[in-house]
């Protein structure tokens, strides 16, 4: 069975039709503060003499270039907020349709320009062609060719990489795994270099002018290794939230085990999102297990130093330390990016509620609209159910791995009537006819089913992924208590959810960081 899997990975044998995967980046706009005037002069007070990079942009129609009207950085710790303040930048908009971007970088850094985020080096020269092909309310397609620079994508927000299609394929096809061999076989030494060499050769063919020498192959080595260790590390941990069969949740763990040992084999970069973001994917895994802090440091024995200091700060930035930890901490970190972001958590006043298990305000105030057309606020869904719990169910018609949980569902729809577990099925979707017609053709409980659109689209995005450690993955379920306050940020899907699931769960106790909340706006 494992080779028929791994042959499906093959990226000679990819099919046309993954499922799509709206990752936790597509919802981010840049948020960094515009700071060019009308004619394209630098506003800030220390722009550099002489900038080291230059990015021209070439646009089939001058209105295009409010998508790419400001540069971003990406946290290099891959942490909240993901985007960072650019580096120093002018922008010159003066000649038609063409947009020059000129910024001073030291050394290899990700940039992001709108949803798009790209390696670069200092010094290099990009030149690309951006043009919308499909524009509206609720929808933006786009096309970017490079026609001049050493530049690779990580992401590229309205168009399809072929390296995400294959990792996407591996991810979705982890559901046809049934034993401890089969998940031991794929997490092999073998079979990680595998799927990196054919991720790294994908991404040069998502690149034809991506040179060849041996520095930037190495970089996109490293980049591919990290992307498929994060994205199964991830993935493992979804899979070990929803199994009941022991000997698959040891297979699991020792997997992870073993993807973190590939992992501290390659040279470290420790200032590169993508690497951090595959060690963080194993930690996570281990937090998800519900071990403390202690027993979580302890996975890590082996790692170096820099990596130690990581999960450390990893487990402040979750709240897991207490006072002196945390203290402790701070005096002995000694990388100075991992000291800079310990201070500024520790001087942050809303890190107790931004942590506290319980929906915001933004959510609470997020629009979304039944299916007869009738527009309410989240907060609404918690305000009127009758059960003492919620189950979402983030889903989309486009996603194909959420159409085939709602058909396993649909045959029993065990939880329709349940009076401690009401079901809620939210779809983020462009298209409401699509939608209806997913509700009608699984006969799905009309009155659990909601649309989500546009800008309250973004908003759950943005706040269930600071809140709740969301990676922008469909399907996902959260369960909540009717009070708004989290039980289980991965929940059982709801095809296997079973009411026996919340009548085990501990007494909860009142968290004093819920507060009451602020209704939401009026519309």
Same mark, same amino acid.
């Not at 791994?6 to 046309?16: A, R, T, V």
């Not at 520790?346 to 298990?357: F, M, V, Y």
């Not at 992924?465 to 289980?488: N, Q, V």
């Given at each position: 069975?494992?080779?028929?899997?791994?042959?499906?990975?093959?990226?000679?044998?990819?099919?046309?039709?993954?499922?799509?995967?709206?990752?936790?980046?597509?919802?981010?706009?840049?948020?960094?503060?515009?700071?060019?005037?009308?004619?394209?002069?630098?506003?800030?007070?220390?722009?550099?003499?002489?900038?080291?990079?230059?990015?021209?942009?070439?646009?089939?129609?001058?209105?295009?270039?409010?998508?790419?009207?400001?540069?971003?950085?990406?946290?290099?710790?891959?942490?909240?907020?993901?985007?960072?303040?650019?580096?120093?930048?002018?922008?010159?908009?003066?000649?038609?349709?063409?947009?020059?971007?000129?910024?001073?970088?030291?050394?290899?850094?990700?940039?992001?320009?709108?949803?798009?985020?790209?390696?670069?080096?200092?010094?290099?020269?990009?030149?690309?062609?951006?043009?919308? *092909?499909?524009?509206?309310?609720?929808?933006?397609?786009?096309?970017?060719?490079?026609?001049?620079?050493?530049?690779?994508?990580?992401?590229?927000?309205?168009?399809?990489?072929?390296?995400?299609?294959?990792?996407?394929?591996?991810?979705?096809?982890?559901? !046809?795994?049934?034993?401890?061999?089969?998940?031991?076989?794929?997490?092999?030494?073998?079979?990680?270099?595998?799927?990196?060499?054919?991720?790294?050769?994908?991404?040069?063919?998502?690149?034809?002018?991506?040179?060849?020498?041996?520095?930037?192959?190495?970089?996109?080595?490293?980049?591919?290794?990290?992307?498929?260790?994060?994205?199964?590390?991830?993935?493992?941990?979804?899979?070990?939230?929803?199994?009941?069969?022991?000997?698959?949740?040891?297979?699991?763990?020792?997997?992870?085990?073993?993807?973190?040992?590939?992992?501290? *084999?390659?040279?470290?970069?420790?200032?590169?999102?993508?690497?951090?973001?595959?060690?963080?994917?194993?930690?996570?895994?281990?937090? =998800?297990?519900?071990? !403390?802090?202690?027993?979580?440091?302890?996975?890590?024995?082996?790692?170096?130093?820099?990596?130690?200091?990581?999960?450390?700060?990893?487990?402040?930035? !979750?709240?897991?330390?207490?006072?002196?930890?945390?203290?402790?901490?701070?005096?002995?970190?000694?990388?100075?990016?991992?000291?800079?972001?310990?201070?500024?958590?520790?001087?942050?006043?809303?890190?107790?509620?931004?942590?506290?298990?319980?929906?915001?305000?933004?959510?609470?105030?997020?629009?979304?609209?039944?299916?007869?057309?009738?527009?309410?606020?989240?907060?609404?869904?918690?305000?009127?159910?009758?059960?003492?719990?919620?189950?979402?169910?983030?889903?989309?018609?486009?996603?194909?791995?959420?159409?085939? =949980?709602?058909?396993?569902?649909?045959?029993?729809?065990?939880?329709?009537?349940?009076?401690?577990?009401?079901?809620?099925?939210?779809?983020?979707?462009?298209?409401?006819?699509?939608?209806?017609?997913?509700?009608?053709?699984?006969?799905?409980?009309?009155?659990?089913?909601?649309?989500?659109?546009?800008?309250?689209?973004?908003?759950?995005?943005?706040?269930?992924?600071?809140?709740?450690?969301?990676?922008?993955?469909?399907?996902?379920?959260?369960?909540?208590?009717?009070?708004?306050?989290?039980?289980?940020?991965?929940?059982?899907?709801?095809?296997?959810?079973?009411?026996?699931?919340?009548?085990?769960?501990?007494?909860?106790?009142?968290?004093?960081?819920?507060?009451?909340?602020?209704?939401?706006?009026?519309?």
């Amino acid at each position: 069975m494992f080779n028929s899997i791994f042959n499906h990975f093959n990226p000679k044998n990819m099919l046309p039709d993954f499922y799509k995967t709206i990752p936790l980046l597509s919802y981010l706009f840049i948020w960094c503060v515009s700071c060019y005037s009308q004619n394209g002069t630098v506003l800030s007070d220390e722009k550099p003499e002489n900038y080291n990079t230059t990015i021209v942009l070439n646009f089939k129609n001058n209105a295009d270039r409010k998508y790419y009207s400001s540069l971003g950085l990406r946290n290099p710790l891959a942490f909240d907020p993901l985007h960072l303040p650019p580096p120093p930048y002018s922008i010159d908009t003066s000649t038609n349709l063409k947009t020059v971007i000129k910024t001073t970088i030291a050394k290899p850094t990700y940039l992001t320009l709108k949803y798009d985020i790209f390696h670069i080096e200092p010094g290099d020269s990009l030149n690309m062609d951006f043009e919308i *092909l499909l524009k509206t309310k609720t929808a933006l397609k786009d096309t970017i060719t490079i026609n001049h620079g050493n530049v690779f994508f990580i992401w590229k927000g309205g168009s399809s990489l072929l390296f995400h299609k294959y990792l996407n394929s591996i991810t979705y096809s982890l559901k !046809d795994l049934e034993t401890a061999d089969q998940i031991a076989e794929l997490t092999s030494r073998e079979s990680l270099k595998s799927m990196a060499d054919s991720c790294t050769a994908l991404i040069y063919k998502d690149h034809p002018i991506l040179k060849h020498d041996s520095s930037t192959f190495e970089t996109v080595k490293k980049h591919s290794v990290h992307e498929v260790l994060g994205r199964l590390a991830y993935r493992f941990a979804l899979l070990y939230a929803n199994t009941r069969d022991e000997s698959i949740k040891s297979a699991i763990e020792t997997s992870e085990r073993n993807m973190l040992e590939y992992a501290s *084999l390659q040279e470290g970069h420790y200032d590169d999102p993508v690497t951090l973001g595959s060690y963080g994917s194993v930690y996570y895994f281990f937090k =998800e297990m519900g071990l !403390d802090a202690q027993a979580i440091l302890e996975r890590f024995n082996s790692s170096n130093d820099t990596l130690k200091q990581y999960v450390q700060l990893s487990l402040f930035n !979750d709240g897991m330390l207490n006072e002196e930890q945390k203290l402790r901490l701070i005096d002995k970190l000694t990388y100075p990016p991992y000291k800079e972001y310990a201070l500024q958590l520790d001087q942050d006043p809303n890190r107790a509620i931004l942590k506290s298990g319980y929906i915001n305000n933004e959510i609470r105030g997020a629009r979304l609209f039944d299916v007869n057309d009738k527009e309410l606020a989240f907060d609404e869904l918690f305000k009127t159910t009758d059960q003492p719990y919620l189950l979402l169910d983030f889903s989309g018609s486009w996603c194909k791995p959420c159409l085939e =949980e709602m058909s396993v569902y649909a045959e029993t729809r065990h939880l329709d009537n349940s009076k401690k577990v009401r079901p809620i099925w939210l779809f983020f979707e462009n298209d409401k006819t699509k939608w209806l017609n997913v509700v009608e053709r699984y006969n799905l409980k009309k009155e659990n089913c909601f649309l989500v659109v546009g800008e309250s689209g973004n908003i759950l995005r943005k706040q269930f992924t600071l809140l709740f450690d969301w990676e922008g993955e469909f399907p996902h379920y959260f369960l909540f208590a009717k009070e708004g306050e989290i039980i289980e940020k991965r929940a059982r899907p709801l095809s296997m959810f079973e009411e026996n699931d919340v009548s085990n769960l501990p007494p909860r106790k009142p968290n004093k960081n819920s507060g009451p909340p602020i209704p939401p706006p009026i519309k």
